[in-house]
């Protein structure tokens, strides 16, 4: 059942929403050289229980996991990209890390990823970050009214082609509310023109991911990290987004976040570089 919120009950999802940019900016800020995964979820965890907030993964437990969830926030290191399952690690300069977040506050939920380099940054992570950055700003931009679910998706996947990135279709974006996952999936490829009109009050988690060179996954034996199936780098963007009678409102939009111009880098490099 697709549920389309009223615009009061958007503006409490933007409450939880500026939280969860809240704390991912504060993790961009904190993640370094040096620095433990264990170290960046118990801070998140304070956090989260300071603000008064309800943690959507702790004892999430779908399917396709080895649950129940233990933990408050997904931190993925390279090849890693979605689940990411916090643990005693060290980061390394150069690694690339990638956190998810999704609270509810008030019965009212939000989600965001953002992914960013410790360290020394490479020029082809710096690429692949980009690149779902700008995927996850031409998503945004079609998501209005009268459009229609699949022009989100081909709209993610004309800049994964542009730069060269293949798509894997398995885990993609979702619809969000009063849970962390609502109907609808909305994939990270798709075609123009399909699937269900977008009407005002739709809010839905956008969430371009690609890997460098390969579109397959496989899973880590903890039952829920999921790396590239090749090893290859990943990216992750993340937001939540609300379809009103206007422009499209992004609901976790971060105060450091700067979205990207369309097309800048896939112009720049080539995607043979991918």
Known sequence: MIELKTPAEIDRMHVAGRFVAEVLSEVGRLAD???????????????????????????YAPSFGRGPFRNVICLSVNDAVLHGLPHDYTLRDGDVLTADLAVGIDGWVADSARTIVVGTAAEEDLRIIRATEEALEAAIEVARPGNRLGDISAAIWTVARDY????????GGHGIGRTMHEDL???????????????PGLTLALEPWFARTTDRIVHDADGWTIRSADGSRTAHSEHTV?????????????????????????????????
Not at 36 to 51: A, F, K, S
Not at 164 to 171: A, I, K
Not at 257 to 273: C, I, N, Q, V
């Open 185 to 199: 999936h909305v994939p990270n490829k798709g075609r123009p023109g399909r699937g269900l009109k977008l009407r």
């Open 33 to 59: 050289v040096g620095v433990n995964l264990l170290d960046l979820e118990h801070h998140v965890r304070g956090m989260i229980e300071r603000r008064g907030a309800e943690s959507c993964y702790w004892d």
């Open 164 to 171: 060269g990135y293949p798509v894997n279709t398995e885990f």
């Open 242 to 274: 609300a379809i009103t009678e206007d422009a499209p409102l992004v609901l976790t939009r971060r105060a450091d976040e700067t979205p990207p111009a369309r097309g800048g880098s896939a112009r720049r490099l080539s995607t043979k570089d991918a």
